[in-house]
Structure formats: structure tokens, C-alpha cells
T-cell receptor, first 108, second 116 residues
Framework: GIQVEQSPPDLILQEGANSTLRCNFS?????LQWFHQNPWGQLINLFY???GTKQNGRLSATTVATERYSLLYISSSQTTDSGVYFC??????????FGPGTSLSVIP | GAVVSQHPSRVICKSGTSVKIECRSL??????MFWYRQFPKKSLMLMAT?????????EQGVEKDKFLINHASLTLSTLTVTSAHPEDSSFYIC????????????FGQGTRLTVV
């Protein structure tokens, strides 16, 4: 089955700093999503981005499908950005698999 | 985006009892629903895929007699944890999608199950 890797596994940022999270996957996909899971467990859909680039406020994401990776950019980080960021990938008419996640802590 | 409602959000039950978790797509027809389980500080692990009107497909290592999944309509799937034990305590999340629309999967709020 498809393999998903995320890096770094853990990240500590000073408030206001920028960061890049990476997701590598082992096969072609046509579904890629980035999620933020807050400390209460709620899973928030950030981007649906099987290819290309999207931006939403301080967050943006880029997926290079041909090279099998996706990047999530967080700019001017805030303490509310803390939590775990998951990349999830899937192939048409098949299951969606989650990566191991990046645990982000933003300190004031 | 589309809304998926999961109920209950928290449940505490006694060992040996069964618990039912509901997953509803509120504003679209979900041809496929997925059930995930998440242990503390771990990622989401897919348990099973359910297609409306047919039997669920379980991932390797998931006991289908322990985790009963029913997807009787295009807006509702249920997961029943039968004869629950403390090791079944976990965070369970469902997701729903309509593959004909080729959009992303939408996730419920999750259910935190504690078996005492």
C-alpha cells in the first residue's frame, strides 16, 4: 500500500516565526489533504490540494504530484497554531491514509 | 465545505457493554464512509471502509465482530463497539465522501470512548 512520511516529527517555534512542513508519499495520488488537529482532538481541514498551490491567510500549501511531495507553509506563527498537522493521501476509489503527523508547539 | 456530524462526542461505558457511534453527512450523499481510530499521540489508523448498501471492508488486524459497521443509507453510517473492554478506549473519527463528486473527504468531530 501507499506509504506516507512527514517531517519534521516535532517542531518548536517562537511566536512570529515561519515554518515549512513536508509530506512525502510513495505512489501517485489524486487526493491530498492537510489537517490540523487541535489539542481537543478536533480535526480541521486546511487544504484539499492534490496538485498546485493554494493559500489561506497565513497558511499556504504546495503539492508537486510528479515528485510525490507536498509542503505546508505557516507564516507568522501564533500560539493557536499549536497542535498536530497531518497529511492524508488517497487514490481514486481507495482509502485515505494519514501520515504520522508533525507536532507543532508555538511558544510566546 | 460539507458537514459531517458524529455523535456522541464523548462516551463512558462499563466493560462488557456495547456502544454505538453515529456518523451523518448532513448536506450531501456519502457513497463511502471511513472509520478511523486514534491512540494518544499517534496518527489516525484506518479501521474500515463502508460503502452504502454493502458490507464494510476491514483493514488487516481489525476485528469485524468487535467493530460492527453499518452503512444503511447515503447519510448514515454507524460503528458499534461490541463487548467493550478498557483497551478499546480511544478516539474514533469518521469521514464521508461522495466519489461521484471527486472532492475531498469530510471528517466528523470524533468520539472519545472510555471503557471503565
Amino acid at each position: 500500500g501507499i506509504q506516507v512520511e512527514q517531517s519534521p516529527p516535532d517542531l518548536i517555534l517562537q511566536e512570529g516565526a515561519n515554518s515549512t512542513l513536508r509530506c512525502n508519499f510513495s505512489d501517485s495520488v489524486n487526493n491530498l489533504q492537510w489537517f490540523h488537529q487541535n489539542p481537543w482532538g478536533q480535526l480541521i481541514n486546511l487544504f484539499y490540494i492534490p496538485s498546485g498551490t493554494k493559500q489561506n491567510g497565513r497558511l499556504s500549501a504546495t503539492t508537486v504530484a510528479t515528485e510525490r511531495y507536498s509542503l505546508l507553509y505557516i507564516s507568522s506563527s501564533q500560539t493557536t497554531d499549536s497542535g498536530v498537522y497531518f497529511c492524508a493521501v488517497g487514490i481514486s476509489y481507495d482509502k485515505v491514509i494519514f501520515g504520522p503527523g508533525t507536532s507543532l508547539s508555538v511558544i510566546p | 465545505g460539507a458537514v459531517v456530524s458524529q455523535h456522541p462526542s464523548r462516551v463512558i461505558c462499563k466493560s462488557g457493554t456495547s456502544v454505538k457511534i453515529e456518523c451523518r453527512s448532513l448536506d450531501f450523499q456519502a457513497t463511502t464512509m471511513f472509520w478511523y481510530r486514534q491512540f494518544p499521540k499517534k496518527s489516525l489508523m484506518l479501521m474500515a471502509t463502508s460503502n452504502e448498501g454493502s458490507k464494510a471492508t476491514y483493514e488487516q488486524g481489525v476485528e469485524k465482530d468487535k467493530f460492527l459497521i453499518n452503512h444503511a443509507s447515503l447519510t448514515l453510517s454507524t460503528l458499534t463497539v461490541t463487548s467493550a473492554h478498557p483497551e478499546d478506549s480511544s478516539f474514533y473519527i469518521c469521514s464521508a465522501e461522495n466519489r461521484a463528486l471527486n472532492t475531498e473527504a469530510f471528517f466528523g468531530q470524533g468520539t472519545r470512548l472510555t471503557v471503565v
